[in-house]
């Protein structure tokens, strides 16, 4: 074998080939050059069958002489050396974007800047044939066709053209997620298929990117955070979906967004996952899109090839930030539900809590929620309904709240602070118990010895069950399977209030004071929903109470 060098034709049609590998790769590296541009309308049309894409913004545009170097390659304005790798601030910066596609397309670009008239260019790869003047609007129009003309099998190895689209689709809603500001039309062989405008909130994308979510089905908040060692401050914006109201069938829609672009980031994944473990049903994963902007020294881009992947300093710092965010988002405060009722909504969950000691019910938990300065919302019990429901009020409605599932929220979350195991005076004698049944009472470390033939004594069991006169039963049921924590939402199941149970007021009360102090209060462990909230404009429409209340009774100020 000799080693020879390349020629530079090759070198070049294999670098783009790595950066440029679909009609989807065309289309995030000019809509991303369009942000940079600050663009705050970005119009992209594909014709699949003509292997042909259209990016039009109306950015800043390129400057002439500009133009004349843009495809060449790694040439870029966004930065000069290698000091610059650590304080990037665009979406581009390797200046391989132009350059590649022009190796492997016909490109022509028409641009023009504030002050200037405008100029187009074409490039047939290599060299750039012509440049003229050209009336056209502030911005830039990049025109590609005739993509992989020059690599057929590029061509036949990528996917239809439906799945394309698709894939076309996703980068722009990732990319409007990052960027609520701005205006996004998809045309397809010109028929407008995809119409992005968030009006600056991201809150409002969700619901245009998927049809299942309603408005009202998102909260959202912004978090002003410290970054450690720096002195600039750092934004974390958060939307996702209340998990009394929605869900996917698959984790398709944990969205992480850093400093403008959706990245893969599975450490900071499994941060939210955890955070909404035992808020929904089985199979079933949340709806959240997260933004986190920070200083560029603080991220490491260079990296993937599409700047998907990347390294992100103080991580567990940004993890901790994450899990905190969540977990005041879900509280239920005056301004949380202000915001739920503005939208006319039923809306969040209340927090319920334990009631007598036959419940483990302690009037303490009241003192700690007034200690804790949380800004709960204040809801008076005024009745229960059927033996099940509690009825409460608030200053701007009325709720409903299911005492056994709320109740069940609160111990499940006491069990998982303080899973304790005591030991029995009298063992619990279990019969014709299964091997697999055997093996699961030992893996919960609960004691358990042989007490003759086809018996078997538990000698500790979990604290709440010890006075229970149903805890044999309890101890069959957890002898079915699951690991400890499976373990716990089966205890506090069975442990909490059976509905059909007459309570007083007193206790409702100190169920609902207890529930508000609980991490997850929207859904129990099984992810159903806790409570229905009424707001009085609902009510009011409902009854046809169009006018001011009070004056609809001829009372006057």
Not at 306 to 325: D, G, R, T
Request: hydrophobic share 40%; net charge neutral.
């Amino acid at each position: 074998m000799t080693i020879k060098k390349l020629p530079l034709e090759v070198i070049k049609l294999i670098a783009a080939g790595e950066v440029i590998n679909s009609l989807a790769a065309v289309v995030r590296e000019l809509a991303e050059n369009s942000l940079d541009a600050k663009a705050h309308k970005i119009v992209v049309s594909i014709y699949p069958q003509l292997w042909k894409v259209q990016v039009a913004d109306n950015g800043e545009g390129i400057k002439k002489d500009d133009l004349l170097v843009c495809t060449q390659p790694h040439t870029t304005s966004k930065i000069a050396n290698k000091e610059d790798l650590c304080h990037i601030k665009t979406l581009g910066f390797r200046g391989e974007g132009l350059h590649s596609i022009a190796q492997l397309a016909h490109l022509h670009i028409a641009s023009r800047t504030e002050n200037d008239c405008g100029y187009e260019i074409f490039s047939d790869g290599n060299h750039i044939t012509v440049i003229n003047p050209i009336a056209i609007a502030l911005g830039t129009i990049i025109t590609v066709e005739n993509l992989f003309h020059n690599i057929p099998l590029r061509r036949q190895g990528n996917p239809p053209f439906k799945k394309q689209i698709k894939q076309i689709q996703t980068i722009i809603g990732q990319l409007s997620l990052c960027h609520p500001h701005v205006t996004w039309q998809l045309f397809v062989d010109d028929k407008l298929t995809l119409y992005i405008n968030g009006n600056n909130q991201t809150k409002k994308i969700l619901p245009q990117l998927l049809k299942t979510i309603k408005y009202t089905d998102l909260t959202s908040q912004q978090i002003i955070l410290n970054t450690p060692q720096e002195n600039n401050k750092s934004f974390l914006d958060l939307v996702l979906g209340l998990p009394d109201r929605i869900s996917r069938p698959r984790p398709d829609w944990v969205k992480i967004g850093l400093n403008g672009r959706v990245i893969k980031s599975p450490e900071l994944e499994s941060i939210i996952y955890s955070s909404f473990h035992r808020t929904l049903g089985r199979d079933r994963f949340p709806v959240i899109f997260l933004h986190l902007q920070t200083s560029p020294q603080q991220i490491d881009w260079n990296l993937h090839p599409a700047k998907a992947e990347v390294y992100l300093h103080n991580l567990e710092f940004w993890q901790q930030q994450i899990k905190q965010a969540i977990e005041d988002i879900f509280k239920i405060t005056d301004n949380n539900i202000n915001n739920n009722f503005q939208n006319q909504r039923v809306e969040k969950i209340l927090q319920v809590a334990e009631n007598k000691p036959i419940y483990q019910i302690e009037q303490k938990t009241t003192q700690n929620e007034e200690s804790s300065g949380l800004g709960l919302i204040q809801l008076e019990v005024i009745a229960q309904s059927r033996n099940t429901y509690i009825v409460a009020e608030h200053s701007q409605g009325m709720w409903l709240i299911e005492q056994h599932i709320a109740h069940e929220r609160i111990l499940y979350e006491q069990l998982q602070n303080n899973w304790q195991l005591v030991s029995l005076e009298q063992p619990i004698i279990l019969e014709n118990l299964l091997p697999k049944q055997i093996e699961q009472l030992i893996n919960l470390q609960l004691e358990i010895d042989t007490f003759g033939e086809d018996l078997w004594a538990i000698r500790k069991i979990p604290q709440i069950l010890a006075h229970r006169n149903d805890n044999q039963e309890a101890l069959i049921e957890l002898s079915w399977g699951g690991n400890v924590d499976d373990a716990m939402v089966a205890v506090a199941c069975r442990s909490a209030i059976r509905n059909g149970t007459k309570l007083t007021l007193s206790e409702m009360q100190n169920i609902v004071n207890q529930w508000k102090i609980t991490r997850n209060p929207h859904t129990c462990p099984h992810g159903r929903p806790i409570y229905l909230a009424l707001d009085e404009s609902s009510l009011y429409r409902f009854f046809r109470r169009h006018w001011v209340l009070g004056k609809s009774h001829g009372l006057n100020d």
